[in-house]
């Protein structure tokens, strides 16, 4: 019952955030929605009992990389709006096809598998020497997962280097 | 208005009537003294032909300059300035000394050649201008005093500078000599609206910028136009003709 | 208006306006500061929000009336205007001011400077953020408001002076009561320096901050503290010795980097050095009349004369002519340090931060009355 | 349904109304303190002491014209002061006042990772606040308070770090409650981890020496100026609020919290009378002294030296700081 | 209905996915196309997030940990990519990006 509460709404909210984020004219607002839509999602992860990762949500999404955007929205002070520019060679319409397209596939995909038994291959994860959701997924990312988590840092890295050299003002 | 008291380089073209409320005469009048009641005069018969301000034919004679006493026989001048009247001897019109002061009356052409002798010149070194500012003495054909007073950091000693310069002449500016001079000649443009040739940024500083005559002539006139005259000059001149209302501004 | 002032910068970059309504611009300055980033690029000084035209005035005031226009161009410092104006016109006249005078006079000035060198201490440390020093510092100013009120009746314009001497003699006990304030401020100076002169955040926003080399400071006309702090010999008070400054011992602070801590450095070394002139002048107060022998009606013969002093914020100098005929001046100019001062300005900030401006206005330490007179 | 809702609820309720009247008197504690360091009496007029003044000055900042520039983005002008707050408050939920359940709202297992991500929203109210108010001080002045924050919250989030490897636990509760196991307050062990996470508070809470967004002297109040009436004062709760909030985060991580002092020494048992919210109410008092010391003390720094520090210092203290706690928590 | 099962969050999170697409597809503000990629990417992040929970395995959320971090870097990148490239046309317009070099 209380689940269903939550999800109902949260669902209702961030699907409507999400449209808002695509169809507000000013970037500025929709900075906004993105941030708002980004909180109900990470409350979403809390309903499944992923309490770290909505945590790290609000902290690195809505608390780091939208601040980015909103930095970047900020300096990048628009005289025109660039829907002002129409390109007649860009087809809108195609791309709402295109898109319903997407929505048609993925719900067939949903619609497929909604019958069938969850595949034996992945079992519960096995027993961990920690307790608690936290500790758990530190024990998976610091075991079988520590090369990727390595080569994500490096590419964290990279990406800080590379955002650096390309905001430089001599390019 | 035909003058642009914003010039900013332009200053050589300038026909440029500088008050262009006043439509100064042949034979510039002089202010009236303040302290002469203005009601002895009648007004002029044509106002706006003369002065805009129907004021008293001054009865006392106009001052016709600074006295500029010059030095008493047994003064010997100091050795600086010997030494410039012998380096440029055509530049130094008078010597004047009064009250313990040096002042050198310097040929408008000459002014530049003088300033920089004065500040390179060893036995001078004048590196410190510590004050430019200009006095009006309207009867005269070249009616602006411009004053330099100079004083060196190194040898401690002080001199004034003098020329004399039309309301038409181009004084050369020594902003370039003394970067102190920059805003000293723009107030002087600012106050009394003498030009300066080569000043980088002549402006008006104190006045606002669209502010028309120059409010320290003598001929400025002295009731005062305020806001009005920065406003809308052509309703100022109209009440300016009105005599009686000119009065009770 | 047909004139159309054209615009001083192009707007691509970002261009405020600091003032003339801005808290730390020190009266109705306006700075238009061309921004790229946080970087000041390029500065535009505009002033004349007070410009009251004392110079005009002056031309049809009585000269003994004058003085009461000099007491509104540098506000925090009425004393020494009225000092440098009056010394003039003694020049111009020729007349000998007693001693006594001479020594009161000079007492006035130096307390004058402590006065108006706390105005400055307080507000330049406000505009960096150390509110205390600004409460500190007022309260030491009061005490010397206080001092003035009890001598002429008036806090802040004082009137203080005569044309060949002085209104007033000395209140009876004024004397020690002068002495008794130089006690208080020599034992709250250090409480200043403790908030200030070792303070780590202090050093970094001071040091370093608004360099200015000797040569450029002379040629740029810098006066006063500003001048000194680029290690130029320059006082007024020692060069061309006005009042009674010749009688007594005292040293003029001169700065090595000619940056806004030595500046800090400077005046705050000026204030030791008041206390020591004040000291000495009451020491040796002589006894005497305080007023010399001045027609009743001021005539000078015609001439023109230019005399300086040293005002708190630098070279304050009158430059009088008269026509010899009329009872008041032909024309009268103010030599303002705070203008010449605020003429450094520019080559001061420009490629400093914003945060720089405010520090910097204050270390220039100007006065806008003075500046637009 | 009695636990689970309508007790929660009270406490919350309880928590915003004490939270929002701490807040005034902080102001006046603020006022008063500082007051006296400068040698004045500060507000005197209304009521014994200028008490009062604690309740006239929120009534004065309510019954003020509620300003909104005409070039202003309205949205986003009047969504700003709600975005400031709203973090601040929300914050305390994670922040127990004491060992029982009582105390506090939520102990939630990711509590200071909760605390350290609800404060970093708080960064879009400013940010917001000078975009929308269309005006050029309060712009910089955003631009600066963003990259301040973010900076520092960096810093601080790293400091942190070091707490949680010696604690073992990331919630609230449970780190107290290490520190009573461990028989001693964590700002011993790790003082410089407390130290560097004092001055991350300063510039986090846009306080003196680091109130660069604000700074009147040089931005004229910086991303406010535009604000009047409740929503400037919406800034202003949030401001103390997050002054009080991190005031009682550091007094929990470093200094026990509601323990008593050497809370495992038997020889201060007579301590225990007193009860252990006043422990903390104590503490956080201490930090709220410490802070307006501050205020009174020292001057501003400026943009850059403010951003050397944050990055070319603290966070590199920081980092050191977790190696070291990591080698001695493996060793010992 | 009032069970929330995987496939409520399956749907949920392909409607916000298609709201990311069609975000792409229509949208010509380039830093919106961004923003609506990260929709995107959040969409997988809760299907991923809800099959952890329905299989009692933490891997998805080891999964969500890599694509915040991947989700980071691009938005650094891409976004320093769109100042330079602003800084250079003064346009965000998508459809003016037709270059590849300048």
């Known amino acids: 019952m209380a689940e269903a509460l939550a999800f109902y709404t949260l669902s209702i909210l961030i699907l409507g955030l999400g449209v808002a984020v695509i169809t507000t004219p000013k970037t500025v607002h929709s900075v906004v929605f993105l941030v708002l839509n980004f909180l109900c999602v990470a409350a979403l992860y809390v309903v499944l009992q992923a309490e770290f990762l909505a945590v790290i949500q609000i902290l690195v999404y809505a608390g780091g990389i939208v601040v980015l955007y909103l930095f970047v929205v900020m300096l990048v002070n628009l005289k025109r709006q660039p829907e002002e520019h129409q390109d007649p060679r860009r087809l809108a319409k195609v791309g709402l096809v295109l898109s319903g397209a997407v929505l048609v596939e993925l719900a067939a995909i949903v619609v497929y598998s909604y019958g069938r038994e969850p595949s034996s291959v992945s079992a519960p994860s096995p027993a961990f020497p920690v307790q608690g959701n936290i500790e758990e997924l530190g024990w998976l990312l610091y075991t079988d997962y520590l090369i990727p988590f390595e080569v994500a840092s490096v590419l964290l890295l990279v990406a800080m280097v590379g955002a650096i050299i390309l905001a430089r003002r001599e390019l | 208005m035909t003058d642009d008291p914003k010039p900013a380089g332009s200053a050589p073209d300038g026909p440029a009537k500088p008050d262009a409320a006043s439509d100064t005469p042949a034979t510039p009048e002089p202010a009236a003294k303040p302290a002469q009641p203005p009601a002895a005069a009648a007004p002029a018969a044509k106002p706006a032909a003369k002065k805009p301000a129907p004021k008293p034919k001054a009865p006392p004679e106009p001052p016709k300059g600074p006295e500029d006493p010059a030095p008493p026989d047994d003064l010997e001048p100091p050795a600086f300035i010997a030494a410039l009247q012998q380096a440029h001897p055509d530049a130094v019109e008078q010597l004047s000394y009064w009250v313990g002061d040096w002042t050198v009356i310097v040929k408008l052409e000459a002014l530049i050649d003088v300033a920089t002798y004065l500040r390179d010149a060893d036995d001078a070194s004048f590196d410190y201008c510590s004050d430019l500012t200009a006095s009006d003495w309207p009867p005269r054909e070249k009616r602006f005093d411009v004053i330099y007073c100079l004083y060196s950091t190194r040898r401690r000693h002080r001199v004034r500078i003098k020329v004399r310069a039309g309301e038409e002449d181009q004084v050369a500016s020594v902003s370039g000599l003394w970067t102190a001079a920059n805003w000293f000649e723009r107030e002087v443009w600012d106050m009394f609206g003498v030009k300066f040739a080569g000043h980088p940024d002549l402006r008006r500083i104190l006045m606002p910028e669209g502010w028309q005559g120059f409010p320290q002539r003598k001929d400025y006139p002295l009731e005062g136009p305020g806001e009005l005259l920065l406003e809308s000059p052509m309703e100022w001149l109209r009440l300016r003709n009105l005599p009686d209302e000119a009065e009770i501004e | ?70 007491d509104r161009m540098d506000y925090v410092a009425a004393a020494t205007n009225n000092l440098g104006y009056c010394e003039t016109v003694e020049k111009l006249l020729e007349v000998e001011v007693p001693r006594r005078a001479r020594y009161i006079r000079t007492i006035l000035a130096e ?77 709250k100076l250090p409480e200043y320096e403790e908030l200030l002169t070792n303070n780590r955040i202090w050093l970094e926003r001071t040091r370093g901050v608004g360099v200015i080399s000797g040569p450029d400071a002379t040629a740029l006309g810098l006066c006063g503290p500003p001048l000194r702090g680029s290690g130029v010999y320059r006082d007024v008070r020692k060069d061309e010795p006005y009042a009674a400054y ?84 032909y024309r009268l100019r103010v030599r303002p340090p705070s203008f010449c001062n605020l003429q450094g300005l520019k080559p001061l900030i420009v490629g400093h931060l914003v945060a720089d401006v405010v520090c910097l206005i204050g270390t220039i330490d100007i006065v806008l009355g003075e500046v637009d007179r | 349904m009695l636990d689970t809702l309508v007790i929660p609820l009270l406490k919350i309720v309880v928590l915003l109304n004490a939270i929002l009247i701490s807040v005034t008197f902080m102001v006046l504690m603020e006022r008063k303190v500082i007051a006296w360091a400068q040698s004045r009496l500060g507000p005197m007029r209304v009521g014994p002491y200028g008490v009062l003044q604690a309740i006239v000055d929120p009534i004065k900042l309510i019954l003020k014209e509620d300003i909104t520039p005409v070039k ?83 810093a601080v989030t790293m400091t942190l770090v070091s707490v949680i490897l010696t604690s073992g636990t990331l919630s609230m509760v449970g780190i107290v409650e290490a520190q009573l196991a461990d028989g001693v307050w964590y700002g011993f062990i790790q003082p410089v981890a407390f130290v560097l996470v004092m001055i991350g508070a300063l510039a986090e809470t846009n306080r003196v020496p680091f109130d660069l967004p604000e700074a009147e002297t040089e931005l004229t109040g910086g991303f406010h100026t535009e604000y009047s009436g409740m929503r400037f004062s919406l800034f202003f709760l949030a401001e103390y609020a997050n002054i009080i909030v991190i005031s009682a985060v550091t007094a929990l991580l470093f200094f026990g919290g509601w323990l008593r002092p050497f809370p495992n020494v038997e020889a201060l048992a007579f301590l225990d009378i007193i009860p252990g919210w006043i422990w903390l109410f104590g503490k956080i008092f201490l930090f709220l002294y410490l802070f307006m010391w501050i205020r009174a003390t020292l001057p501003r720094y400026r943009y850059d030296q403010l951003m050397r520090i944050g990055w070319k210092l603290l966070i590199p203290i920081a980092l050191a700081n977790i190696v070291v706690t990591g080698i001695v928590k493996v060793l010992v | 209905m009032l069970e929330i099962t995987t496939a409520h969050y399956t749907i949920l999170s392909a409607a916000l996915f298609s709201i990311g697409v069609i975000g792409v597809l229509v949208r010509r503000n380039i830093i919106i196309i961004f923003m609506a990629i990260e929709l995107m990417l959040n969409a997988v992040n809760i299907n991923l997030v809800a099959h952890a929970e329905q299989l009692q395995n933490l891997i998805g959320q080891v999964f969500v940990v890599f694509v915040i971090a991947v989700a980071a870097a691009e938005a650094a990148v891409g976004l320093g990519i769109l100042l330079a490239f602003y800084r250079n046309k003064e346009t965000v317009n998508i459809d003016e990006m037709n270059v590849m070099r300048w």
């Not at chain 3, 408001?145 to 000395?170: H, K, Q, V, W």
């Not at chain 3, 005002?311 to 005929?325: A, T």
């Not at chain 4, 029982?100 to 879009?124: H, K, M, P, Q, R």
């Open chain 3, 1 to 70: 208006m047909a004139t159309q002032s054209a615009p001083i910068f192009d707007t691509d970059e970002l261009v405020i306006n600091m003032g003339p309504q801005h808290p730390s611009t020190h009266g109705v300055l306006r700075l238009v500061l061309k921004l790229d980033g946080e970087r000041v690029v390029d500065c535009d000084t505009v002033m004349g929000y007070v410009h009251r035209g004392i110079e005009k005035l002056s031309e049809n005031r009585d000269w003994t009336q004058i003085i009461l226009l000099t």
């Open chain 3, 111 to 187: 307390l004058q400077r402590i006065g108006s060198h706390c105005l400055w201490l307080g507000t330049h440390a406000m505009d960096i953020g150390a509110m205390t020093v600004l409460l500190y510092a007022f309260r030491e100013r009061e005490l010397v408001l206080d001092l003035f009120e009890e001598y002429c009746g008036a806090r802040l314009t004082y009137n203080s002076m005569r044309i060949g001497g002085l209104p007033l003699d000395i209140p009876s006990g004024w004397d020690q009561k002068v002495r008794a304030f130089c006690d208080v401020m020599e034992t």
């Open chain 3, 246 to 329: 010749d009688e007594f011992d005292f040293e003029v602070p001169l700065g090595t980097q000619g940056d806004t801590y030595d500046r800090y450095l400077i005046r705050l070394e000026e204030f030791r050095q008041s206390i020591r002139i004040i000291r000495q002048a009451l020491d040796g107060l002589p006894e005497g009349p305080i007023m010399g022998k001045v027609p009743r009606l001021l005539k000078p013969k015609a001439g023109e004369t230019y005399h300086a002093i040293e005002s708190p914020k630098g070279e304050l100098g009158y430059f009088i002519v008269s026509d010899g005929r009329a009872t008041n001046p």
């Open chain 4, 72 to 154: 202003a983005d309205k949205m986003l002008f009047s969504l700003a002061p709600i975005l400031s707050l709203v973090p601040a408050l929300v914050a305390f939920a994670v922040v127990p006042f004491g060992g029982d359940e009582l105390f506090y709202v939520a102990d939630i297992n990711v509590g200071l990772l909760f605390f350290l991500s609800v404060t970093s929203i708080g960064v879009y109210g400013i940010i917001l606040a000078g975009w929308a108010s269309n005006s050029k001080y309060p712009l910089l002045a955003s631009l600066r308070a963003s990259a301040q924050l973010i900076s520092y919250e960096i």
